[in-house]
């Protein structure tokens, strides 16, 4: 039997094995996609939706591995589809989709790349789902492509981030797309430098302000028990110069001996690599992940923020299922890296946190932290039905500017060490959630 738990509230309640609340949430279908691994929905996908004026667009891979772009009007129940001229080898669960609109309407794509080529295009005309051929950003370190991913800036302007290299030994590169020329620069070819000794695994964010936050997590080896650490940066200009939490400038690259360090976490202890980060109104950095106590066995999922000028820590004890990381490859595990977007500032501050764990089904959950001061959180369901292996990303157009929560959701399966399951395709849907109409108050200790 699954543990189901009631609904938790911060260390107050216990964990029960009645149903959770489920939150009311719309689901709109997009289409039937590859299901045989997760490469249709990890977390690190930057982005899987992305929105522009009236527009939303959508990419995942079908099950023949061709990528298909969507295209819907906010509000609309169907999506315009159109299956591109390009593929990506989908038996690599690294190898996934990331999209952008720059402020012009320009659909960007890079797609496929797990230590390979730099595959990049973008549609020919704002709004379209028509793609150039691919092409090259600045033609230089594109050779050992991974991860690549997107981030809009206020002035319209796109970050393009990703490693040069391998797991446990490469370099984080920084590229600049500036809208009104239409073109690329380097910004950075080594703004995070593993010294040939380990590497960084980093989540990102842009704030209201458009300062950019980084963080990340230092891999010595291939194996993901060697993740340990969690570091942070910030970027007040685009991107070209990087400082400290407390304002002191980095000098550039960022080494293992030169980062701030914003929780010590040693290897060992099931500490997941590339989650989420987002911010407050006031450009806190708030950092999502999971990683497992030394005094317990069972991975925990945990919130370390920036707060009265130091870092803070909150952890979610309400997990029972012990579970532990080690080797290479994507993993089959039993919960979700986690994302988190972020409401409001002081004492508003409103941290969500969206997973999705084997003790609940696999449904689509999320915590929320009503009172961050007091340590008041509560766990609900947004779903009824499972979702297996799926990871949340989300459209953060939307939630910037009506914080309301558009998830990719799909059914998908996922072997471990990078192996693929015999399956059908399965149907992809956008999850809708307005907290704002659906969150109840947390009951009284």
């Known amino acids: 039997m699954s543990l189901r738990a009631a609904v938790y509230v911060g260390c107050f309640l216990a964990a029960g094995m009645a149903n959770a609340q489920t939150l009311k949430s719309n689901m709109v279908f997009v289409d039937s996609g590859w299901a045989g691994n997760s490469i249709n929905t990890a977390v690190f ?16 891979y079908d099950s023949y591995g061709s990528v298909v772009l969507g295209r819907r009007r906010h509000g609309d129940t169907e999506f315009t589809l159109k299956k591109t001229f390009y593929s990506g080898n989908i038996y690599d669960a690294h190898n996934s989709i990331s999209i952008i609109a720059d ?39 594109e050779d050992r492509v991974t991860y690549p991913e997107f981030y809009r800036l206020p002035n319209g302007n796109l970050i393009f981030l990703y490693r040069d290299g391998q797991s446990g030994n490469g370099n984080l590169v920084v590229n600049n797309y500036d809208k009104n020329q239409r073109k690329w620069e380097r910004l950075h070819g080594s703004l995070i430098n593993g010294e040939g000794l380990r590497n960084a695994y980093w989540q990102a964010c842009v704030d ?44 550039l690259p ?4 030169t980062a701030e360090y914003a929780w010590r976490i040693p290897q ?13 109104d006031d450009g ?3 950092i999502a992940t999971y990683w497992r106590e030394a005094s317990s066995d069972v991975p925990q999922y945990h919130l370390v923020y920036y707060h009265k000028s130091q870092w803070q820590h909150l952890a979610f004890n309400f ?53 961050l001061k007091e340590k008041k959180w509560a766990v609900y369901d947004l779903s009824t039905t499972p979702f297996e292996a799926w990871e949340p990303t989300l459209d953060v157009d939307v939630w910037n500017k009506q914080k309301v929560l558009n998830l990719f959701v799909q059914n998908v399966e996922q072997a471990d060490a990078e192996g693929v399951v015999e399956t059908s395709s399965k149907p992809i849907y956008i999850l809708e959630w ?8 947390i009951p009284k200790r």
């Open 208 to 251: 209201r302000k458009g300062v950019i936050h980084l963080s990340w997590v230092w891999r010595e080896t291939p194996d993901v028990a060697s993740n340990h650490d969690l570091c942070y940066a910030r970027s007040r200009d685009g991107g070209k110069t990087w400082e400290r939490s407390d304002g002191k400038k980095y000098g």
């Open 268 to 280: 060992q202890q099931e500490l997941i690599n590339q989650t989420s980060m987002s911010a407050d």
């Open 319 to 371: 997990r029972k299922m012990p579970f532990t990381l080690s080797g290479g490859g994507t993993k089959k595990i039993p919960i979700a890296r986690p994302q988190v977007v972020v409401q409001g500032s002081g004492s508003e501050t409103k941290p969500t946190l969206i997973f999705r764990d084997a003790e609940r089904d696999n449904k689509v959950s999320i915590i929320r932290v009503e009172n």
């Open 45 to 60: 996908r930057k982005n899987s939706l992305t929105s522009w004026n009236e527009f939303q667009f959508v990419a995942f």
């Open 103 to 141: 402020s012009y309407g320009f659909l960007h794509l890079s797609w496929g790349q797990h230590n390979t080529p730099l595959q990049y295009c973008r549609s020919l005309e704002p709004g379209s789902l028509d793609l150039s051929p691919a092409m090259s950003m600045t033609g230089q370190l």
């Open 434 to 441: 307005d907290p704002a109409k659906t969150i109840p108050k």
């Open 284 to 286: 806190n950095p708030f």
């Open 254 to 257: 960022i080494t293992a001996e």
